[in-house]
């Protein structure tokens, strides 16, 4: 086995087809004699339609048709869940009664031979409405907390209650002690590339050219929308501009690409405006949080309570990991966590990059700190003196565990020891200058996964999954896995992906593409080797023929007698003897009993620099320095890619990210992105990320651990600590603004 390929920083494999355009995202498949559909979302808040006149808009010049819910066809919508889908409640049924559940949902659907004239007739369409005032806000008097249904059921990720000793008495009874409220804005994602979907029905078979980041689930779900047989319904994607989550799920606009489709009797192109994807493609719930802690005078905690509620939709409960990180990240035998969820007249909230763990990471992270200036302790020394030596919620070992690794590396590149701890003490000329740090986790996810590999006779290698690629390096990583257990160069590998004819694999989300789908590559890689030498050893012609599958062994590519590689025979000449290619799939999953044996995390620690202007309040991040735990690294250039745009993507949620909603009617009022602030280039600080030498044998055959998520998971509680210790001033909900430090 060539050795080298991992751990290399190979260059992305498709960035020529990027920056020449020759890449095709969802909207790139135009077909011939295509339509073009817009939606018209509703104006009201809550309520139902009472009326839709169409007459006038369908005899406006290119429209083709305008579906509603007297028009439109009705669907089965059989039941379906993926794991990515909530699992109590029913995703909407688009266009099917008159019933509006929050503003924005789809009401109308126009169809038109141009993109300009569907515009202009949505724009035209006149809708009434009974409306009713919609409930948004969830700090409203008019709310209620409700316990999630599924996580009341034993195994749940998150469960709505946990607790072991008595944590309230001990937080009551401790000498030191922080007791505070976080809060933390509603977030839209807003990738580079909307969402898009094309539909092409060829009698009862459809296609659909569609942006997702979980292709087989979209095939599964559109099936049972339409009450097709699964392999009825083709799903093809093979590039994704940007997701961050938005496209784990099948949203309405597919169904009504597809349903447009059929009733016009043509291929249909649907595109999402920027506005479309605040209402019905996710985003972050709006979290309310309380953290108490009681610790003894020298750091040791002896109580911790975690108290967090996130919105939901009243038809879907949405639920993330909000509380998960407390139950383990630090040692405390007195300790309480409780989820609850507020249902609101929204749309249903979807994952979003760090899922629950950012935002419950961004409380526990900044109480630690707090709790760090009550003792008089560097932030550092307290969570090193609170050093877990197991997973005390599970009582099993970590199967690794990096966190105080982590610190010291990214304490030492950063500078901690020049940092004066006493809050307002570091200026820059008139500058206030903060160092803050946090501590970052994730899990180290795997899910059951396949993959086929096919040796050509040329040489060349092609591997094929039903994966994703939203911009981590996919091909890029995988053709290294390929490339490694084969023991062939990168360059001789042709790794596809996105389409469902390929084997199944699991979301391109929850940082477990690596994890799953290389692992299963590795076993497909295995599983073509024993295919090619079996053909070998039959094959009178071949160096090894007569051997036994003991006898023989694989060495660059090359198969030979064990312990004799002068007389080797390569993948390509024993396909071109067997006169066709060499085929095989694999398949990987989680051994169940090693998974029972282990608790497994990413772990690391991330430094921020701000500077706050004291006169004028604005906040600018200097520097943010990470380092990880994430067992075996593929690709060290990836991977800090990987780290760069988590903690952007932190400093969003930070200082800028918020989706503001009118409370008369639920409309997102900055759903675009003049007002909708993300971090741009001149925004960029300079950024570092390391990784600690971590080998895990326990986690997968790989022994490699997601890294999407983390890098963004730690970064928004480090920059807030670092605006306290600018400022003195601790503001604990988050975007921070500039009026919150405008009174230092």
Aim: glycine letters at 10%.
């Amino acid at each position: 086995m060539n050795t080298s390929v991992i751990g290399r920083s190979l260059r992305r494999v498709d960035g020529p087809r990027k920056v020449t355009g020759s890449a095709r995202y969802a909207a790139d498949f135009n077909q011939p004699d295509q339509a073009y559909a817009v939606i018209v979302g509703a104006t009201a808040g809550l309520g139902r339609v009472t009326g839709i006149d169409i007459s006038p808009v369908e005899e406006m010049p290119g429209v083709v048709a305008v579906l509603t819910h007297h028009n439109a066809e009705r669907l089965p919508y059989l039941p379906h869940k993926a794991g990515i889908d909530p699992a109590v409640g029913e995703r909407l049924h688009v266009l099917q009664d008159d019933t509006v559940r929050f503003y924005g949902q789809p009401v109308a659907v126009v169809v038109a031979d141009t993109l300009d004239d569907a515009e202009r007739a949505a724009a035209a369409l006149r809708i009434s409405y009974e409306a009713k005032p919609p409930i948004v806000d969830p700090t409203g008097p008019d709310t209620q907390r409700i316990v999630p249904e599924a996580a009341a059921r034993p195994g749940a990720r998150t469960l709505a209650d946990r607790s072991r000793g008595d944590a309230d008495a001990a937080v009551a009874n401790a000498p030191v002690k922080v007791d505070a409220r976080y809060g933390m804005a509603r977030e839209n994602h807003n990738p580079m590339e909307p969402h898009a979907t094309i539909a092409a029905w060829d009698g009862d078979r459809l296609t659909l050219w569609s942006k997702s980041q979980y292709l087989v689930n979209e095939q599964a779900e559109i099936a049972a929308i339409f009450g097709l047989p699964t392999e009825n319904v083709r799903v093809i994607c093979p590039f994704i501009g940007g997701a961050f989550g938005t496209s784990l799920r099948t949203w309405p606009h597919v169904t009504l690409a597809a349903l447009a489709a059929r009733h016009v009797g043509r291929p249909v192109k649907l595109v999402l405006t920027r506005k479309q994807m605040f209402f019905t493609t996710g985003h972050r719930p709006h979290t309310l949080q309380r953290i108490a802690i009681g610790a003894t005078m020298d750091g040791q905690l002896t109580g911790l309570v975690h108290q967090g509620a996130g919105e939901t939709s009243r038809y879907e409960q949405f639920m993330e990991a909000l509380t998960s990180v407390t139950d383990f990240m630090y040692s405390c035998s007195n300790l309480r966590t409780e989820y609850r969820l507020i249902p609101l007249d929204t749309g249903t909230p979807n994952h979003m990059r760090g899922p629950g763990e950012a935002s419950g990471v961004f409380a526990l992270e900044c109480a630690m700190d707090e709790l760090s200036y009550e003792l008089g302790i560097d932030p550092i020394e307290l969570r090193r003196r609170n050093e877990p030596e197991l997973d005390e919620a599970e009582n099993r070992p970590f199967s690794s565990r990096s966190l105080m690794p982590c610190y010291d590396l990214a304490a030492e590149r950063f500078g901690w020891s020049r940092r004066s701890p006493e809050p307002r003490s570091m200026r820059d000329g008139r500058l206030l200058i903060g160092m803050g740090a946090a501590s970052a986790s994730y899990p180290a996810f795997h899910a059951p996964a396949s993959a086929r590999v096919r040796l050509l006779a040329d040489g060349t290698v092609e591997v094929e999954a039903a994966a994703s690629d939203m911009g981590p390096g996919t091909y890029t990583s995988m053709t290294q896995v390929a490339a490694e257990f084969l023991g062939v160069p990168p360059e001789r590998v042709r790794f596809r992906l996105g389409q469902t004819d390929y084997p199944p694999t699991p979301s391109h989300g929850g940082s477990w593409t690596m994890a799953s789908v290389g692992s299963a590559i590795r076993a497909a890689c295995i599983a073509v080797q024993e295919e090619a030498a079996r053909l070998a050893i039959a094959d009178q012609h071949s160096p090894v023929f007569g051997a036994s599958a003991g006898d023989v062994e694989w060495n660059e590519g090359r198969l030979h007698r064990r312990g004799d590689a002068s007389r080797g025979q390569p993948y390509g000449d024993i396909a071109a003897s067997a006169g066709r290619p060499i085929e095989a799939e694999g398949s990987a999953q989680r051994d169940p009993e090693v998974a029972s044996r282990y608790s497994m995390h990413s772990f690391g620690a991330v430094f921020a620099e701000v500077a706050v202007d004291p006169d004028v309040g604005t906040i600018r991040v200097r520097r943010i320095v990470g380092a990880y735990g994430i067992g075996r690294v593929v690709n060290p250039l990836l991977a800090r890619s990987q780290c760069t745009g988590g903690m952007i993507g932190g400093m969003g949620m930070a200082l800028m990210e918020r989706t503001a909603l009118d409370p008369r009617d639920g409309r997102p009022v900055n759903a675009h992105m003049a007002d909708y602030l993300m971090p741009v280039n001149l925004d960029i600080p300079e950024m570092e990320a390391h990784f600690v030498e971590e080998d895990d044998p326990h986690v997968n055959p790989l022994g490699v651990k997601g890294l999407g998520e983390i890098a963004l998971v730690g970064t928004a509680p480090a920059i807030a600590n670092a605006i306290f210790h600018a400022t003195g001033k601790r503001v604990r909900n988050l975007p921070i603004r500039i009026e919150d430090v405008l009174s230092v």
